[in-house]
């Protein structure tokens, strides 16, 4: 039977865990069920707070605490109005709290922006960043060397020292050759990763990097310093070279986006919550207001899964938990709920496809109220018992602000607490 504290999550990215992450560690039975894996996979394993505001200014935000108390006074639908500014404080320090204490910390703070390069040689806007990338902070003037692997697939030491060079950054680039890698047939982050937790492997990469330092004062690698939530393999390679040594993440999958997940996962398995990948949720069954089951496939027939509470945190449209259907109408995918999206489709993108003020379609989500119950109109929620977080939630363009990890973890953050009273 379940009781007034049990809550079930659909979604396992950054907001889904976050909040389930919250309501076990106050002792609420909390569980999370999801098809596959969120966005920690793929995306850089940073905290994108505010990056760009307005989303057309070319220049990024220097201080995110300053520029989020604008936005919100500018937008009072966007998630960010529903946390306020000391709410994403309050997510961001107890999130930097739990990495530190699992060996892996986080820097940054809402006061100041780190500035740090991208796999193509662009100025990337973040937050918090791991200890593993803040030596590559564009804003010091230290000259830098990019080392690719050559048997390491889409990441070009050139292409992102060219670039910066062109911005004014002091940078040469180096691709080595590793013998041990060319035995196998192919290479991902993961599979480096998982080599550069042998000392003999990294013993090698210095003999190649260190003769060709030159000025260098820092060293820029792609994300494979270790699959797991540590700084042993960035500090052996400082030792070993004498500079520090920083990570530049590329494309899928993502380590330090995996260790953040891994990190987060212990945390809710430590303290009694569980989660269950494989899960996909496909529809509801509800009475009076209430859903009183959420339905996972199953091999014989949909499996029901019965709590007092439930979020949504299944991600937009780009995460596939909000779907269009061909009348132009669009919905969330488990619960049915109604999405906020222009009524025309072709309101849904400016004309121009480069357009410096993104398309409407991405601001698509479900419009919640003070408690983040998803509704229907006015303040009324659809269902009693339900919540959502994430970027499930609409009135924001998540990717062109850069605040994708921003608003999953205050909005995940908040609804937990929430739940958890």
């Not at 894996?37 to 760009?52: E, K, N, Q, R």
């Not at 070009?156 to 013998?179: F, T």
């Not at 998803?374 to 919540?387: H, I």
Request: proline content about 7%; some cysteine.
């Amino acid at each position: 039977m379940s009781t007034k504290n049990d809550v079930l999550v659909v979604g396992a990215g950054l907001a889904g865990l976050t909040a389930v992450w919250q309501l076990a560690t106050q002792q609420k039975k909390a569980r999370l069920v999801s098809k596959g894996w969120g966005a920690t996979h793929w995306h850089s394993g940073c905290i994108d707070v505010l990056g760009y505001y307005p989303i057309d200014e070319s220049q990024p935000v220097e201080s995110p605490g300053v520029t989020l108390a604008k936005l919100i006074a500018d937008q009072p639908e966007h998630p960010y109005a529903l946390v306020g500014v000391a709410g994403v404080e309050e997510a961001l320090t107890m999130f930097q709290t739990l990495c530190a204490e699992a060996g892996y910390p986080l820097h940054g703070s809402l006061d100041k922006n780190w500035l740090l390069p991208s796999a193509v040689g662009t100025f990337r806007p973040t937050c918090l960043a791991p200890e593993t990338m803040i030596a590559g902070d564009l804003r010091r003037d230290d000259p830098m060397l990019i080392v690719g692997i050559k048997q390491l697939v889409d990441f070009y030491p050139n292409i992102v020292a060219e670039n910066l060079v062109k911005q004014g950054v002091e940078a040469a680039h180096l691709m080595l050759d590793m013998p041990k890698l060319a035995q196998r047939n192919f290479n991902t982050p993961v599979s480096i990763g998982s080599m550069m937790e042998q000392p003999s492997f990294r013993s090698d990469l210095v003999r190649f990097i260190k003769p060709k330092l030159g000025k260098a004062k820092r060293v820029g690698l792609p994300a494979v310093l270790g699959r797991y939530p540590s700084l042993t393999i960035k500090n052996d390679l400082e030792k070993q070279l004498g500079v520090p040594v920083f990570e530049i993440p590329g494309l899928p999958p993502s380590l330090p986006g995996l260790r953040l997940h891994a990190i987060l996962l212990q945390a809710i398995e430590r303290a009694g919550g569980r989660v269950y990948h494989g899960l996909e949720g496909v529809g509801i069954e509800s009475e009076e207001g209430m859903v009183t089951a959420v339905f996972t496939e199953a091999a014989g027939r949909p499996k029901p899964h019965r709590f007092a509470r439930y979020v949504v945190a299944t991600g937009g449209i780009l995460g596939g938990g909000i779907v269009t259907r061909q009348d132009g109408s669009a919905h969330e995918l488990v619960f049915d709920l109604p999405v906020a999206l222009p009524e025309s489709r072709q309101d849904w993108f400016e004309q121009d496809f480069m357009d410096a003020k993104g398309h409407p379609v991405y601001r698509a989500g479900l419009t919640v109220n003070a408690q983040f119950q998803p509704v229907n109109g006015g303040s009324q929620p659809v269902y009693g018992n339900v919540y959502a977080a994430g970027t499930t939630l609409g009135h924001s363009e998540v990717i062109r602000e850069r605040s994708f990890e921003g608003v999953a973890l205050a909005t995940g953050f908040a609804v937990g607490n929430l739940l958890a009273q």
